[in-house]
């Protein structure tokens, strides 16, 4: 059993509880007794969590312990931001090309935007922006901060990997200058069918620890819409965006994948009254079928919202390790770094920071910077009031 705990440790007891419930193998704090009442210095005969860590609850505290389910503290905030960026640079060489005309297996440079191997797009810029500016505490996300972080980017080339900003999308673009003339943010985002780029999808992934502990979906759907619509507020690009990090929310507990999709798809067959029908209808190959069972054919990887979305959820569900998933999304052509980036979040969460091949992560520019932001995002999940 390891003994290592999270740095955070101290300020948690503090401020959630002053005696840890938890069970000591797995450190859990959901160990319940016959009579439903909690237990303190539990052991894994009551613990239900460790026996079937399916039923990983929402509320929990990572430890570090050396239990076979689960991870190091700061493994999956990391797992996740990194799984975008690598998805990304991977794909940045070769955006834009058919698929067919061309094949990748690893990190390669220059091509569609003459950068060095490594090098990652907007994608994951303007996740980082957002990781970086999504501040805990309050009952809703800092939409003015998030602002000034897209706006840094996009001006001054903050959160870049080498100062320079590239590869940016029409309607990003737009809405970021309706931000810099002082547009309220939730307004600022594009609210036209034409404005449905994967602009919001790409960078919306850092959601999934913030929504930590927030039990209501329409809260989630309402937190979700207000950071999509700084730059995309149509419905099908909030929807898409809220669908993603529902995913993006099972697997950060812990669901196995097939375990993830097949809940997914419950809660949506049960309704959600906050999404149109029309709305939901466009949706239908990821709800209510299973697109795994589709062909490689009838999955398209354009700049459409829905087909980005459509692909992440293909390449990830028809893989069984990160590496296979994101060079499958790369491979489809086209949109390449977005839908890279899109599936490398779920891959990461889904697999583990280890599972990213090491050469890969060694190659990436800026991996301090990535590291940096990332290992913040622990903190979230421990002080979030639950809704």
Known sequence: MSDKRPRWEKEIWTVQHPNAVACKTCKFRATVADDGSPLDRASTDTCEIYEDPERKPSDVLWDGAACEFYEKADDKPLALIMGVAVGDALGVPVEFKKRGTFHVTGMQGYGTHNQPPGT??????????????????????????????????????AYTPHGKVFDVGNATAEAIKRLKKGVAPEKAGGSGERDNGNGSLMRIAPLAFYMFGIRKAEERFRIVREVSSL?????????????????????????????????????????????????????????????????????????????????????????????????????????????????????????????????????????????????????????????
């Open 231 to 387: 730059t995309h507020a149509h419905e099908w690009s909030v929807a898409a965006c809220y669908i993603y990090v529902e995913m993006l929310n099972k697997l950060r507990m812990g669901r196995k994948k097939k375990t993830a999709y097949a809940e997914l798809r419950e809660d949506f067959a049960r309704g959600v009254p906050f999404i149109s029908k029309a709305t939901l209808a466009k949706f239908v190959r990821i709800l209510e079928n299973d697109i795994s069972l589709l062909p490689e054919e009838e999955i398209r990887s354009s700049g459409f919202v829905i087909d980005t979305l459509e692909a992440a959820f293909w390449c990830f569900l028809t893989t069984d390790n990160y590496r296979d998933a994101v060079l499958k999304a790369v491979n489809l052509g086209e949109d390449t770094d977005t839908t890279g980036a899109v599936t490398g979040a779920m891959a990461g969460l889904a697999y583990g920071l280890d599972a990213i091949p090491q050469e890969w992560r060694d190659q990436l520019a800026a991996g301090e910077e990535i590291r940096r932001i990332a290992i913040k995002m622990p903190r979230w999940d421990m002080f979030r009031k639950t809704a």
């Open 120 to 157: 990652w797009s907007d994608d994951t810029s303007l996740t980082l922006a957002l990781a970086d500016n999504l501040l805990a505490g309050g009952d809703r996300p800092d939409l003015e901060c998030i602002a000034w972080g897209c706006t840094e980017w996009y001006y001054k080339a």
